[in-house]
């Protein structure tokens, strides 16, 4: 029994998600080998053999697979899928478009956001907006599953010393083409990946308030700026910051949430953060049934106030 995880990576390093998905894969049981496809990703596939837990790095290298489109990589995948009994991906953008397309080339049922895995064919993920926990059971020859990586515990990036093995990299499928990229570039910490998420809601009022109230105080705590729906619908923040059940799964060491009420859609998105603060002047808050500090306070007044105390 081997596990496969599919690797995300920028072509010189590994990404964070695939430590958390590695985790996984070492709880199915057996050896975990990790593919690495990409375009000059030596670096990345040489990283990625250096992951605790790692027995094999398959690195395939070729134009096609220089962007990360989902039908090549998927057409990767598949060229070796028969020599593995679990495939894992990061419950990431990527992963969710590719594992589907090996799923159903398979002919087996996907395995979704995993957040345990109780047995090597038995695994837990949550449903209804994290209100409760499915246990499913898979009798899938390969089981095709996807990660979310706030379940598990990040490998360490170091001390393993798995061997590089080259492999042929899968011919272009046709079926897509990269035309280019819009990259946004900023100093702060990603969301998924920061330690310390400070997130405004719709009580804020305007972008203007948004930027006035929330930037210092993600300056002062370097951190990232998350944001609830009711905020990024109103037009005061991205839809890149937008935290929970329809945008990003955080799970940082502190999150702290100002003028958020807690839906449950905002809550499935951060109530496995380690530690959580609100400040919200209503004191019936959904949000402050999750919360490990709640102030009730009126937020122009509180958050300036904090980041001034930092």
Do not use: W
Not at 42 to 54: D, M, N, R, S, T
């Amino acid at each position: 029994m081997t596990a496969l995880v599919i690797a995300e990576h920028d072509n010189a390093s590994i990404k964070s998600a695939t430590l958390n998905t590695v985790t996984a894969a070492v709880a199915c049981g057996g050896d975990v080998h990790v593919l690495v496809a990409g375009q000059n990703a030596a670096e990345a596939a040489k990283a990625a053999g250096q992951i605790a837990g790692v027995a094999k790095v398959l690195h395939a290298d070729g134009d096609s697979l220089a962007h990360g489109l989902a039908e090549n990589l998927a057409a990767q995948v598949l060229a070796i899928a028969g020599n593995y009994s679990h495939i894992l991906f990061p419950a990431t953008a990527s992963g969710k478009n590719t594992a589907p397309r090996v799923a159903a080339k398979l002919d087996v049922a996907q395995i979704s956001d995993i957040t345990k895995v109780d047995s090597p064919d038995t695994f837990e993920r949550p449903i209804y907006a994290g209100n409760a926990i499915a246990t499913v059971q898979s009798a899938d020859a390969t089981k095709v599953i996807t990660v979310r990586t706030t379940g598990f515990d990040a490998a360490a990036a170091s001390g393993g010393s798995a061997a590089v093995e080259s492999i042929p990299a899968a011919a272009d499928s046709g079926k897509s083409s990269f035309v280019g990229a819009e990259i946004a570039k900023s100093d702060r910490p990603e969301l998924t990946a920061a330690k310390i998420v400070v997130s405004g809601g719709r009580a804020l009022g305007s972008a203007e308030k948004f930027q006035e109230v929330m930037t210092p105080l993600a300056d002062k705590l370097g951190a990232a700026i998350g944001a609830s729906r009711a905020a990024v619908d109103a037009g005061y923040a991205p839809n890149d910051l937008q935290v929970g059940q329809t945008g990003k799964i955080v799970a940082p060491q502190l999150y702290i949430a100002a003028g958020i009420s807690g839906a449950i859609q905002h809550l499935a998105g951060m109530k496995d953060s380690k530690v959580i603060v609100a400040i919200n002047k209503d004191e019936e808050a959904p949000i402050f049934s999750v919360a490990d500090y709640g102030l009730v306070a009126d937020l122009f007044t509180a958050v300036p106030e904090l980041t001034n105390a930092l």
